[in-house]
C-alpha cells in the first residue's frame, strides 16, 4: 500500500513557477514509476509528466520545455516544477505511483493516486 499526499499548489500569475510536491508513505517508493496527472473542470485526467525507477523522465508536449519532474528517493517524494505558467494549465494536480512502467502515460496503469492539488493560472 502507497499513500500519496501532494502539497505546493495555489494561485499565480501567468508567466510565474509554483512547484509541486509528492509525498509517498511505505518503503517501496523506488520501485514504483511516478506520475503526475492534471484534470480540468469537465475534462478528463490528462498525463503531465512521469519519472521512471532510473529517472528517465517523460512529457506531454504542452508541457515539455517548461516543467521538470524529478525525485528524491531517500525522502519519497517527487517533484513537478512548473515555469512559465498559462491559464491553460488551471486544473487539479495528482500524482500517481506506477508499477508498470512500460504505461507510465496511461492513467488506468496507475496503482495508487493522491487526492490532487488544485494550480489556478490567472492571466
Known amino acids: 500500500q502507497v499513500h500519496l499526499v501532494e502539497s505546493g499548489g495555489g494561485l499565480v500569475q501567468a508567466g510565474g513557477s509554483l512547484r509541486l510536491s509528492c509525498a509517498a508513505s511505505?518503503?517501496?517508493?523506488?520501485?514504483?514509476?511516478m506520475g503526475w496527472f492534471r484534470q480540468a473542470p469537465g475534462k478528463e485526467r490528462r498525463f503531465v509528466a512521469a519519472i521512471g525507477r532510473g529517472g528517465s523522465t517523460f512529457y506531454a508536449d504542452s508541457v515539455k520545455g517548461r516543467f521538470t519532474i524529478s525525485r528524491d528517493n531517500a525522502k519519497n517524494t517527487v517533484y513537478l516544477q512548473m515555469n512559465s505558467l498559462k491559464p491553460e494549465d488551471t486544473a487539479v494536480y495528482c500524482c500517481?505511483?506506477?508499477?508498470?512502467?512500460?504505461?507510465?502515460?496511461?492513467?488506468?496503469?496507475?496503482?495508487?493516486w493522491g487526492q490532487g492539488a488544485q494550480v489556478t493560472v490567472s492571466s
Open positions: 511505505g518503503r517501496t517508493f523506488s520501485t514504483y514509476a
Open positions: 500517481g505511483a506506477n508499477s508498470d512502467t512500460a504505461y507510465v502515460r496511461t492513467a488506468a496503469k496507475y496503482d495508487y
